[in-house]
């Protein structure tokens, strides 16, 4: 079992960079694979996007080009660089992580206004 802890959310003007991150404890971090999803007020969870244990990585269209997921296996810790930053961006990301089943973290809040 992981336990997964998101950091880093906040307010930010258009245009501009936040980076998330999500530390985790409990178990074998390299295994698992790492994702962030995204959830808007009355809208789904979203898929953000994800690092498998073996560095492969794939994003949501919305955020290509933007948005970048990488992850320190020394430091059990997964980042989401995000650049570029819309309106539309503004929900809460949670971080995710996958081997046998699905474990969430309790979600940082990013906004995103002038």
């Known amino acids: 079992q992981v336990q997964l802890v998101e950091s880093g959310g906040g307010l930010v003007q258009p245009g501009g960079s936040l980076r998330l991150s999500c530390a985790a404890s409990?178990?074998?971090?390299?295994?698992?694979?790492m994702g962030w999803y995204r959830q808007a007020p009355g809208k789904q969870r979203e898929l953000v996007a994800f690092?498998?244990?073996?560095?492969?990585?794939n994003y949501a269209d919305s955020v290509k080009g933007r948005f970048s997921i990488s992850r320190d296996n020394a430091l059990d810790t997964v980042y989401l660089q995000m650049n570029s930053l819309k309106p539309e961006d503004t929900a809460v990301y949670y971080c995710?992580?996958?081997?046998?089943?699905?474990?969430w973290g309790q979600g940082t809040q990013v906004t995103v206004s002038s």
């Open positions: 409990g178990s074998t971090f390299s295994i698992y694979t």
């Open positions: 995710n992580a996958y081997w046998m089943r699905h474990y």
């Open positions: 690092i498998t244990s073996g560095g492969s990585t």
